[in-house]
């Protein structure tokens, strides 16, 4: 018998409102070490909602969210020590505009991980040099084009040392010549082996670095294919038509 590993992350029966607009009904998905998996759909079909369901920063009404087999809708996971364990990147960077760049990445290690500064400023070198701007440690967001602060965002969410990135149309603020510099930085870190759950509508990105796409349109998940069924045709029509507007 082959023996198939957990997932890192599974959700199920997921449903959510926001007042008498239901916006998530029934959504299951699994995401296993490793992978990374594309959200994609319409403005306004849930994915962001399901995003932030995965750390509490919206609960789901209904439903059960697993991460390490652990039920984090019913308080097996303290939501602290679980937003320690799953790095999230913003549309808007949400950096601290009074620090430098370096400063941004030491904070949490220094403050929740009682990280020493040496260390910490070592490893926000490190990571900014993996990001590839390590010659910006010492500038303020306001000195940074939107491409690097957003890079410096998802090398402050990997000083946490994350096992689930997170990252919500991280390109969506961008302009179109920053907007590759990010996506390489995301696809590279999918190539060894983060695991991500990324909300975009790259196809360019998803084909490059995902293992799986998921199609959502108001509130459901309609599609959950490979991404070799995905971009070959082999699913619904209304997530092939999707697909089509968005290439053509």
Known sequence: MNYKPKPLLEMIGIDKCFGKQMVLKNCSLQVHRGETVVLIGPSGSGKSTLLRCVNMLSPSDSGDVFFTEQNITRGDVPIPQLRQRIGMVFQNYE???????????????????????????QQAEA???????HDRADHFPDELSGGQQQ???IARALAMKPELMLYDEPTSALDPEMIREVL???AELSAEG???????????FARRAANQILFMEDGEILE???????????VNARARHFLDQILH
Not at 127 to 133: E, G
Not at 194 to 204: A, L, N, Q, R, Y
Request: aromatic share 4%; no cysteine; glycine share 4%.
């Open 194 to 204: 983060m695991t991500s759950i990324v909300v975009t509508h790259e196809m360019g």
């Open 127 to 133: 990571l900014l040099k993996k990001v590839r701007i």
């Open 224 to 234: 959950s294919a490979s991404t070799e069924d995905f971009f070959t045709g082999k």
């Open 151 to 153: 890079r410096v965002a």
């Open 95 to 121: 950096l601290f505009s009074h620090l430098t760049a370096a400063e941004n990445i030491m904070l949490a290690p220094m403050t929740v991980l009682g990280v020493s500064r040496a260390e910490a400023r």
């Open 184 to 186: 390489d930085v995301m």
